[in-house]
C-alpha cells in the first residue's frame, strides 16, 4: 500500500500575514515563530515600516535630506530590530526562563513593525496635533503587536510578555544610553 507524503503546513501569503499583524492576529505571530522560511518576510516588514517612518516622519529641506533620512530609518530600523529582538530573548530567556530560538523571536518581531506603515499617513499634510496623535497611536499599536509577539514567540502569558517587554525596553535604553556616550566621548576626543 502507498502512502502518499505528508501535507506541508498551510503558510498564509505574506500580504495575509501583513494585514493579520496589523489586525494584531495572535495566530500570526505563532504561524511567523514556527516558520523558518519566514525570515525574509519579516525583514520586508521591518524595512516597509522604517520607509514609510522614514517618509512620513522625516523633515526635509532638500530631497538630498529626505533620501539620507530615509536611508537613516532604514538602517536604524534593521539594528533596533536585531538589538531589541537579541535584548528581549536575552531577557525572556535568560532572567524568566522562557524556551525560544533567538531566530523565531527575530522573525517574530519584525511583524510586530507593521503599524509602522501607517507612518506614512505622516506625508500628508495633516498639522501637528493630529500628526503627534498618529504618532501616539502608532506607538501604542506596536507596543500591543510586541507584546502579542513576545508571547507567542515566548510561549509566556500575557503578564510575563508585558514584563519581557518592559524590562527589554530598560536594558535597550540603557544600552542605547551607553552607546550615545560612547560616542559622544569618541567624538570629544576626535575634535
Do not use: H
Not at 499617513?121 to 507596543?143: H, K, N, S
Not at 514567540?153 to 508585558?162: K, M
Request: hydrophobic residues 60%; positive net charge.
Amino acid at each position: 500500500m502507498m502512502t502518499s507524503p505528508r501535507p506541508t503546513e498551510w503558510k498564509r501569503p505574506f500580504t495575509d500575514r501583513l494585514l493579520g499583524a496589523l489586525r494584531l492576529d495572535q495566530s500570526v505571530f505563532a504561524e511567523v515563530a514556527r516558520d523558518p522560511d519566514a525570515m525574509g518576510q519579516a525583514a520586508a516588514v521591518v524595512a516597509l515600516g522604517a520607509l514609510a517612518q522614514g517618509i512620513g516622519g522625516v523633515q526635509a529641506t532638500s530631497t538630498s535630506e529626505l533620501i539620507l533620512g530615509i536611508a537613516a530609518m532604514v538602517l536604524s530600523g534593521f539594528f533596533g530590530w536585531i538589538v531589541s529582538t537579541a535584548v528581549i530573548w536575552l531577557v525572556g530567556v535568560g532572567l524568566l526562563g522562557a524556551r525560544a530560538e533567538y531566530p523565531d523571536l527575530l522573525r517574530t518581531l519584525g511583524f510586530t513593525n507593521a503599524p509602522k506603515l501607517l507612518w506614512l499617513l505622516g506625508a500628508l499634510p495633516l498639522g501637528p496635533a493630529l500628526f503627534a496623535a498618529i504618532g501616539l497611536t502608532i506607538f501604542v499599536w506596536t507596543i500591543a503587536a510586541l507584546v502579542l509577539g513576545v508571547r507567542q514567540a515566548l510561549g509566556v502569558t500575557t503578564g510575563r510578555a508585558v514584563l519581557v517587554c518592559v524590562l527589554g525596553m530598560i536594558a535597550g535604553l540603557v544600552l542605547a544610553l551607553v552607546m550615545g556616550a560612547m560616542i559622544g566621548l569618541g567624538a570629544g576626543l576626535v575634535r
